[in-house]
């Protein structure tokens, strides 16, 4: 079918067996997966950055195997840039009982905007950018989403951040004009967002009905607005595969402990 000018198509799977423990809650996720990685160029020229490789799966493929082992069962897609490969690659490997929506967008429309051309997002969801290689717990996050009554929740990560030059201070006042102090090549932290959330529905009415809008201006509207935004701080391994460095030191990274991760999903006994 088509919505705004968006094709929707949907990929299902057979229904997966409840969880021991009881019935799963009905929490979807929305996947952002149509950028065109230009910071990854010249490999995001023929292949789009989440079916980067990492071992003998995509990225993506990855991320629907966590979110599946965490209880989702519908994933929705955000598709353009080389959206045929993606279909492809993802259409033919579903995980077991997962069923797979994709809304392609026409245009580049941002972080944000794509949100509002998904259907039936009318109880709590998980956002996600595709391109993000994690041993976040889901179940975990959206627990502490509901806890707090947050609109919106934002996984967060502590960031090093090496300043490549040397840094002065200088003085003011009587000490006008005059170096104080002198670091060389320091390193700073940063709370930074690991383009993971998780939304209520309200929140996609500060989303305008057309046009390009980020997820950043999605916060300045919310927090203009009074909206409660909370932060889920998290630890663990996380790369954002946005520069040829990041997706070197994950594939090194990543590797050695998807296994004993993915087991930890499994004992785990999924989204509770």
Same mark, same amino acid.
């Given at each position: 079918m088509t919505i705004a000018g968006t094709d929707i198509t949907t990929t299902p799977s057979p229904p997966r067996a409840a969880a021991a423990g009881g019935k799963r809650p009905s929490v979807q996720a929305v996947v952002l997966a149509g950028g065109r990685g230009t910071r990854l160029a010249p490999y995001t020229s023929v292949l789009p950055k989440p079916l980067m490789p990492i071992g003998d799966r995509s990225i993506l493929e990855l991320?629907? +195997?966590?979110?599946?082992? *965490? +209880?989702?069962?519908? &994933? @929705?897609?955000?598709?353009?840039?080389?959206?045929?490969?993606i279909k492809a690659v993802i259409g033919d490997r579903c995980p077991d009982g997962l069923q797979i929506r994709y809304v392609h967008e026409q245009e580049a429309l941002g972080t944000a905007a794509p949100l509002r051309l998904v259907p039936d997002l009318d109880a709590t969801f998980i956002a996600m950018n595709g391109d993000i290689l994690t041993t976040l717990d889901f179940t975990a996050l959206v627990n502490h989403h509901r806890e707090m009554k947050n609109?919106? @929740?934002?996984?967060?990560?502590?960031?090093?951040?090496?300043?490549?030059?040397?840094?002065?201070?200088?003085?003011?006042?009587?000490? *006008? +004009?005059r170096v104080v102090g002198f670091q060389e090549k320091p390193?700073? @932290? *940063?709370? &930074?967002?690991? +383009?993971i959330y998780v939304f209520e529905p309200r929140a996609l009415e500060f989303i305008p009905a057309g046009g390009y809008f980020d997820f950043p201006q999605l916060v300045h509207a919310l927090l203009e607005a009074g909206e409660p935004i909370g932060v889920y701080p998290y630890t663990g391994l996380w790369f954002d595969i946005g520069r040829r460095e990041d997706y070197e030191r994950a594939v090194e990274a990543w590797l050695?402990? /998807?296994? /004993? @991760?993915s087991e930890a999903f499994k004992l785990a006994g999924g989204m509770r």
């Open positions: 991320v629907l +195997g966590q979110l599946t082992e *965490s +209880g989702i069962e519908q &994933v @929705t897609l955000c598709v353009g840039y080389l959206a045929h490969l609109l919106i @929740t934002i996984a967060t990560h502590e960031r090093p951040i090496k300043i490549d030059y040397g840094v002065l201070r200088v003085g003011r006042n009587g000490s *006008s +004009g390193e700073m @932290t *940063s709370t &930074v967002s690991m +383009g050695p402990s /998807a296994t /004993a @991760t």
